[in-house]
């Protein structure tokens, strides 16, 4: 019996169509690709901070058990150079995604047989062999900036049976404009900013389809129609999808350390409002994230029996921070601010224009890609009153 028709892989493909993740067209496909294949002998673990290898040949139970489980696998760190001490990993920057986030992928693209489909971040090549195996090979083209990594998915694809799927080393961000029309343009790796070349490339009434993300809000699934005039106006269909993001827009993700240092003097305030309403909901997080450019936000949990936490808000461009610190028992909380930019004050603004706006949802805001670029605008927004806040962090 091999691995994909196992009855553990057998039993999670079937779970995720019943779950209406995605229509029972795709499982003779998840059933047919031998994830195995595309999966490299050496894949990433993670070890407290770092990442750590796993190698198929030293517990291949192991190996196998990741590849044919729920969770993602990572199959690179550090884009190829393990930048942690003794081969450790400290980033992860390729890996296969969850069955389900595929699976979630396929589906809001709407792919059906027939057409063709411009993939952008090969990866693994193993969403290349999905769509080969329903849509023909002849139709897939998918594009990988890595060499290595294109390299391997040429490899496997060929192994599986799909070799004459077009496996293209190049900056996806540019697509491929001598196979357009495409009638897809799926990225399997986030675009802060959507290229205008992938609108370019793909007929009018076809979709791209890609995760978006800003360093407040880390994912979602934006989903774009083109129209016959060349722009391209969407929406989010999902705010729960993770992905690597495209290597030219990637958002740098800082620590705490790398940004206050010890000789900072902030200013010192108070509030009432609850950090949790700024962190806890995803519609909030996304208004504020197009409001306060640049600003990142982490939660320190407590660490002793005093039941204080706090949540730091860093802008590593402008060494800005702000910390919230959250002490039991009380209804005002202080605010420690440093810095050009006055973060907390810029975040509850964008929160209480949230608010005041109806709470509009993500699925609320509109994208629409030209060739002067990217433009988010709320639709129909609902002026109130503060309605009920979110629950607290834990």
């Not at 696998?73 to 595929?102: F, H, K, L, W």
Request: charged share 20%.
């Amino acid at each position: 019996m091999s691995s994909t028709t196992s009855p553990s892989w057998v039993g999670l493909v079937d779970d995720v169509i019943a779950e209406g993740v995605v229509g029972k067209q795709w499982r003779a496909a998840f059933l047919a690709v031998p994830r195995e294949v595309f999966i490299p002998e050496v894949i990433w673990r993670e070890a407290g901070d770092d990442l750590v290898s796993l190698r198929r040949a030293e517990d291949p139970e192991e190996w196998l058990r990741r590849v044919y489980g729920s969770g993602y696998v990572v199959t690179q760190v550090d884009d190829g150079s393990p930048a942690g001490g003794e081969g450790r990993g400290r980033v992860a920057t390729s890996s296969a995604s969850r069955v389900d986030i595929v699976a979630l992928m396929l589906d809001a693209g709407k792919v059906e047989p027939g057409m063709r489909v411009l993939e952008i971040g090969t990866g693994t090549g193993y969403t290349a062999a999905l769509l080969a195996h329903r849509l023909g090979p002849e139709n897939v083209t998918t594009i990988e900036i890595d060499p290595e990594l294109a390299a391997h998915a040429r490899a496997a694809l060929a192994t599986a049976g799909y070799g004459t799927v077009r496996v293209i080393t190049a900056d996806g961000a540019r697509g491929h404009a001598a196979g357009r029309p495409f009638d897809r343009v799926l990225s399997t790796v986030a675009a802060p900013q959507v290229p205008n070349a992938w609108v370019t490339q793909v007929r009018p009434g076809g979709l791209v389809l890609t995760p978006w993300s800003s360093p407040y809000q880390p994912a979602g699934l934006l989903s774009l129609t083109v129209a016959a005039d060349g722009t391209a106006t969407g929406g989010l269909v999902n705010t729960t999808v993770s992905f690597m993001q495209l290597r030219d827009q990637r958002i740098r993700r800082v620590t705490v350390a790398e940004v206050v240092r010890d000789t900072d003097i902030p200013d010192i305030s108070d509030t009432d409002l609850h950090a949790s309403h700024l962190c806890n909901d995803g519609h909030a997080r996304f208004a504020i994230g197009f409001q306060v450019p640049g600003c990142q936000w982490e939660y320190v949990p407590a660490t002793g029996d005093d039941g204080r936490w706090c949540v730091w808000f860093l802008d590593p461009v402008s060494r800005s921070w702000a910390r919230f610190a959250y002490q039991p028992g009380v209804r005002r909380w202080p605010i420690h601010q440093f810095g050009p930019r006055r973060l907390w004050d810029e975040a509850t603004a964008a929160y209480q224009w949230w608010t005041n706006a109806g709470r509009p949802p993500v699925t609320q805001w509109r994208f629409t890609v030209t060739p002067a670029g990217q433009q988010v605008e709320l639709v129909n927004p609902i002026r109130q009153e503060q309605g009920t806040r979110a629950g607290e962090l834990a």
